[in-house]
């Protein structure tokens, strides 16, 4: 889990007014939310009819249903990451910085709720750079840092890699059926 994981559980829980079920809110909303920027992104590639059935299909793909239905930091972050993703084809029938900054943001939420979000940076990069307009993708890329170290910087850069990326990186991984 990144460390804007557990501010988002806090919010959630008290949206859900501190009850058993309070932080399940954050799910729930990352589901809800992975449903819309899909649709968003595409209906910017496709008719609406095809940004429907993609949206059905993302929300009823068994992975996604697996990574919002619990507590975990991976729906959140599949949210932020799509959503990114989606500003980003906006930014590609309508540069502008602002767009550019909205997808770095999302993308850096996304990196600092699930390290492995980061991947949908080179999607992100790839849809500002369509436009040849390089100092968008540096104000994307600083947005997305400012997010991330906003995020880290109340917990120590060091205390966050920790307990983020060396934890994950040593962990270890049940490899059969029967041992998971």
């Known amino acids: 889990q990144g460390p804007l994981h557990l501010p988002l559980l806090y919010v959630a829980d008290l949206v859900g007014l501190r009850t058993t079920n309070a932080p399940r809110v954050l799910p729930i909303v990352a589901g809800t939310a992975v449903t819309v920027v899909t649709y968003a992104a595409g209906r910017r590639i496709t008719s609406r009819f095809g940004a429907i059935v993609a949206a059905v299909l993302v929300t009823t793909s068994g992975s996604v249903l697996w990574t919002t239905a619990g507590i975990a930091s991976d729906g959140p972050a599949l949210a932020f990451a799509i959503g990114a993703v989606a500003v980003s084809f906006g930014y590609t029938q309508a540069p502008s910085s602002t767009r550019a900054v909205v997808a770095g943001a999302l993308l850096g939420a996304a990196v600092v709720a699930k390290a492995l979000a980061a991947p949908a940076g080179l999607a992100v990069a790839l849809l500002l750079l369509s436009r040849r307009r390089p100092r968008d993708l540096a104000y994307a890329a600083g947005a997305a840092v400012v997010v991330a170290l ?18 994950n990186r040593e962990a270890s991984r049940l490899t059969s059926y029967p041992g998971a």
């Open 150 to 167: 906003g995020a880290s910087l109340p917990w120590g850069l060091e205390r966050v890699w920790d307990q983020s990326v060396v934890y």
